[in-house]
Nanobody, 126 residues
Framework: QVQLVESGGGSVQAGGSLTLSCAASGFHYSSNCMGWFRQLPGKDRELVASMYRAGQSTYYADSMKDRFTVSQDNADNTLWLQMIGLKSEDTAMYYC???????????????????WGQGTQVTFSS
């Protein structure tokens, strides 16, 4: 049984930083494809970052690649999303996602992923 559990969300001010984590069970990051998505209020779920080639490469969405960084701790089977320079438009529910298998190209669509966490909320405060 694959389970993904996100944590680390909260309230953040302009220019602030936050690090989200995704703990996995029944699944190992190093041999599969992982992704971070977010869903803004009233919008479709969008890609933040996608790890591929068994975690050796990471694709970032253009609007986030200079501010967001994905890393993983294989020993703890935890995926991290470090976010800096946060803006009001970063307010969203952030999700961790997983897909069996190793891919040579990044998976970018929500439907490409099989397993999802429950999400963690990031809220901008003025």
């Amino acid at each position: 049984q694959v389970q993904l559990v996100e944590s680390g969300g909260g309230s953040v001010q302009a220019g602030g930083s936050l690090t989200l984590s995704c703990a996995a069970s029944g699944f190992h990051y190093s041999s599969n494809c992982m992704g971070w998505f977010r869903q803004l209020p009233g919008k479709d779920r969008e890609l933040v970052a996608s790890m591929y080639r068994a975690g050796q490469s990471t694709y970032y969405a253009d609007s986030m690649k200079d501010r967001f960084t994905v890393s993983q701790d294989n020993a703890d089977n935890t995926l991290w999303l470090q976010m800096i320079g946060l803006k009001s438009e970063d307010t969203a529910m952030y999700y961790c996602a997983a897909r069996d298998g190793s891919f040579s190209v990044p998976l970018k669509r929500p439907r490409d992923f099989t397993f999802w966490g429950q999400g963690t909320q990031v809220t901008f405060s003025s």
